[in-house]
């Protein structure tokens, strides 16, 4: 495979491991009188709040159950919403999270796939990926990503098909290759360094099979982002300085990548942790439909709150204050998660939101036919799914605001 090297200035093998499959099962009980009750006295409360700002509540919330999970990275959603992927048995150290040389490699973490029946709410494990596997960051309708550092340094980037488990190398060589992310036309884009040394470059894998390669600036690259929208890819570089940049790009060709670059200051002081911590609940999932607007949703270091940023603008807007995490729903308005609640947020009115749930959950928007999100509240060992199902079927939003 031929890689051409870019260079830019900033403005300032396949197997296939053992997949053992699981008649485990999770039957989580209906939903109560109680919990219904309680999301109408929420929806009522929001109505109540002022006659000048009105939002319907249409929704359900349905328990589907728990899922293991080692504290690790946050599990991924398939886009229909049938499938999850969580990182199971010993959490591995962050600085094997974060590629960091000499860092050890999780021989006692694995992966297993759970299947929802959303008939019956049932989940199931239909799939157990063995160690040493990281689960990654972004997925498709296809599957998911995963990485295998292994012993000896090198460290491998593949993909998991959601139905049955298969496991196919895309990148296997010599060298330490990490934090990928899927495209939204199978690209793939993904950091890499020579076992033993630092400084991460950029590898851009276009869908034809062509490679570019974004040197590392005498910094390093982290966490790489597909939009969701066309072949724009977002990442973080980290200056030999410690300063942070979110640098944009166009990725169709070389060209187009050194002339499209449009980056975004974010401060100083930076270290890989803190790039960790600006994408660690925004995950990339393709297959969703492209988002109303072209923006990356990240924590802002310096603001220390969840932030949307558009390449043509010179700096980020804050969803709301407190912010965690984030979706778009297809209307253009946010599901924002906060310390201790889901809010539906609508971004011409900012200083108004209705309150979806009383809890932390994490929201992932699906493709299933009802419309509906799974919610993911984490725990110390486990992580407990709800669908957030909106009641009129012919829409899929979940509240409406005046447009004036």
Known sequence: MTRTALIIMLAGSMALPACTTSNRQNQPPPMSAQATKRLQEIAEQELRRGSTFSIRFQAQLQDMGEVPYDQSPLPLVSPDGHYIATSVGVAPEMATLLAEPGSPSPLATGIEIWKIDHQTGALSATCTLPPPLLLGRSADTEGFLVESPTPQGPRKIGKVSWTTGELDWLVDDENVNAFATIGPRG????????????????????????????????????????????????????????DLRLVSMLTISQEAMAASMKDLDLGGNATARVAYRAVAVQPVVQG???????????????????????PGDKSPFILMENALAAVHDISGRYLVTTADELRYVDPTRMNRSVRLHDQVAIPFRTTAATGHYLLLTPTSDRVSIRALIPSNQSRTILGTAPSS
């Open 187 to 242: 690209q793939l884009a993904y950091s890499t360094r020579p076992v033993g040394q630092e400084g991460f470059s950029l590898v851009v894998r276009n869908s034809g099979g062509t490679e570019l390669e974004v040197g590392t600036l005498e910094g390093n690259w982290y966490f790489p982002t597909w939009s969701t929208r066309n072949d724009r890819l977002y990442a973080f570089w980290i200056s030999p300085e410690h």
């Open 288 to 310: 969703l439909g492209s988002t109303p607007t072209e923006e990356l949703l990240f924590w802002h270091p310096g603001e220390e709150q969840l932030v949307a940023w558009s």
